[in-house]
């Protein structure tokens, strides 16, 4: 699938751990997915709300690509564990090709509430094959003491 | 110690398999399913109180049976108070509170208020952070929310 | 709970003095445990009353204590209600709820289980001191565990529940689950007017058999109250009932049964 140019940034191999899951892009696997969310942001020491708002997140950017994926292709997730924040992006290759991730969505609020920072990706596609739509995350690993 | 209420009636809704995916889309068959289905129930107790109780993840592919659920227990016109225990959900995605938030507003229109027994975490923690917790009177457990 | 109530009246300022202290008011600490100290007796009495279900006590207290620290932390006394009217259920709601908790874990070791009713006891406390949710490290340096235990607990209670509506029926029911319960003898027993329909056949149970069922139905009591009086033990009221209920429902007249 066309790469939406992940990790985006120039810092991204000092101290990070990546962790790369791909499924058939289907609803039922997506609980896999979340289970990965939540077991890396606890590793990564995230406090218990920080990791419960992340395995939601992950799990609403799951399914809005789903939602659009094309048939018989594949959900890419990307994490990018660091100290103190964990960077989420993932990607399907769109069966329309006006597919494009809403923004309008009750859906997209509940995301931006829940996440520090997220935004919705695109990637044209060619003659042969559909654009690859993303969304890409951050969240903290928590608020400080009081 | 009060006495605990006695069942009056209880309904079940079992999913035998999640709903498909989106529309246009055949649902697969997968040799891998990490999605068990939706356990929801309604009971209507003697004191009056109605309580519809789900076990399992509410996400896009069981969040129908829920809406469904929250419409049954609407339709309880009967019941001097609406309960939904939560406490056997493991978590809750946004169509989920979606269509907890559209059950509120439901119940709002009949001058009703539903009372909410979040249990965990992954209950409690979405509605606060959208403040839709304040759509619903919420109690720390069924007991006190039977009242 | 008034302040003239010999036992606890004392406590009843004090409630009023913590639930007004700013969260992050040096005295907090110290009124917290005080209270909790002080209402403890409370907490193991609610214990002691489940303590016929294979539980260790001392597992009971502990989770009734929490139950306790979370009354406390949430008690508002504008609310109007008494302490104890909300304290009980909060702390009788979390005992119930780890009853409820191990029916899912049977099948997980023990160790688990232990881990489950302690990361519960910590995380309740560090959000207090802390005012926020707490990390995994943070709950594993509390319990003196490593992080792996806290997050192998983590990830098990992310896991199956039941549902309390179970476990609140199963309470003084012994272990019926919602569905034996609502069997319909019981359900149908609530509709009909015992007094014509169920004499004959009341009168042809054997006299031990026709009490608990006259004191469940007519008197109102708890199966608890019942093994008291008869002089029994509540399983074995329990499985009475249950046999009873299905002799009977077996010779109800259909004229009289409802749908």
Redesign the interface.
């Known amino acids: 699938m066309s790469d939406l140019g992940f990790p985006p940034t120039a810092e991204t191999l000092d101290g990070v751990s990546t962790v790369e899951v791909r499924t058939s892009a289907s609803a039922a696997l997506i609980p896999t997915i979340r289970a990965v969310a939540s077991d890396l942001a606890a590793r990564a020491d995230f406090d218990l709300d920080a990791i419960s708002d992340l395995r939601m997140a992950v799990d609403e950017a799951c399914a809005t690509l789903v939602d659009v994926a094309a048939p018989k292709s594949m959900l890419r997730c990307t994490f990018l564990v660091q100290a103190e924040h964990i960077e989420v992006q993932a990607e399907v290759l769109a069966g329309q090709a006006d597919a494009a991730v809403s923004t309008d969505t009750f859906g997209w609020r509940v995301l931006q509430t829940l996440a520090d920072d997220v935004q919705a990706l695109r990637a044209p596609g060619t003659a042969e094959i559909g654009p690859t739509v993303g969304i890409r995350l951050h969240k903290h690993a928590g608020e400080p003491s009081r | 110690?009060?006495?605990?209420p006695?069942?009056?009636?209880?309904r079940t809704g079992d999913l035998a398999a999640?709903a498909g995916?989106?529309l246009g889309?055949k649902p697969?068959a997968?040799v891998?399913?990490?999605?068990p289905p939706l356990?929801t129930?309604i009971?209507r107790l003697?004191g009056g109180a109605a309580?519809l109780?789900?076990?399992g993840?509410i996400?896009?592919?069981t969040a129908p049976p829920l809406e469904q659920a929250l419409r049954e227990l609407l339709d309880d016109t009967g019941a001097d108070v609406l309960v939904i225990?939560l406490?056997?959900?493991?978590?809750?995605?946004?169509?989920g509170?979606?269509a907890l938030i559209q059950g509120a507003h439901r119940a709002a229109d009949r001058n009703v208020t539903l009372r909410l027994?979040p249990?965990?975490?992954?209950v409690r923690?979405?509605l606060e952070?959208?403040g839709s917790d304040q759509l619903f009177d919420m109690y720390?457990?069924?007991?006190?929310a039977v009242g | 709970m008034t302040q003239g109530d010999p036992e606890y009246g004392h406590l009843s300022p004090l409630l009023e003095q913590y639930s007004a202290l700013a969260p992050d008011d040096p005295r907090r600490e110290a009124l917290r445990d005080e209270l909790v100290t002080g209402f403890l007796p409370v907490a193991q009495h609610i214990a002691r009353r489940f303590n016929n279900r294979g539980e260790p006590l001392d597992d009971l207290v502990q989770v009734a204590t929490v139950g306790l620290i979370n009354a406390v932390d949430r008690f508002s006394p504008e609310r109007g209600s008494d302490f104890f009217s909300f304290a009980v259920p909060t702390i009788s709601g979390e005992v119930r709820r780890h009853f409820r908790d191990l029916g899912w874990s049977m099948r997980v070791p023990r160790r688990l289980k232990d881990l489950h009713v302690s990361i519960n006891a910590a995380v309740s406390h560090l959000s207090q001191d802390l005012g926020r949710a707490p990390k995994p490290t943070e709950i594993a340096e509390h319990l003196g565990v490593p992080v792996s235990d806290v997050l192998e607990g983590l990830e098990a209670s992310e896991a199956y529940r039941s549902s309390s509506l179970d476990e609140m029926l199963s309470s003084e029911q012994g272990s019926a689950t919602v569905g034996e319960l609502v069997g319909e003898a019981d359900a149908e027993l609530d509709r009909v007017d015992f007094q014509e329909a169920l004499r004959p056949v009341l009168a042809e149970l054997p006299e031990r058999e026709r009490t608990i069922v006259m004191l469940r139905f007519f008197g109102n009591m708890t199966q608890t109250q019942i093994a008291d009086k008869v002089g029994i033990s509540q399983m074995h009221v329990s499985r009475l009932l249950a046999q009873t209920l299905d002799r009977l429902r077996s010779r109800l007249d259909p004229e009289t049964r409802s749908r």
Do not use: C, N, W, Y
């Not at chain 2, 006695?6 to 209880?10: K, Q």
């Not at chain 2, 406490?87 to 169509?95: D, E, I, K, R």
């Not at chain 2, 249990?119 to 992954?122: K, L, N």
């Open positions: 110690m009060v006495e605990p006695a069942i009056r009636s209880l999640p995916p989106s889309k697969e997968l891998l399913d990490s999605h356990q129930s009971a003697t309580v109780a789900v076990v993840e996400d896009t592919l225990d406490t056997g959900v493991t978590f809750l995605a946004s169509s509170l979606a027994v249990g965990s975490r992954a923690r979405p952070v959208t720390e457990d069924v007991h006190s």
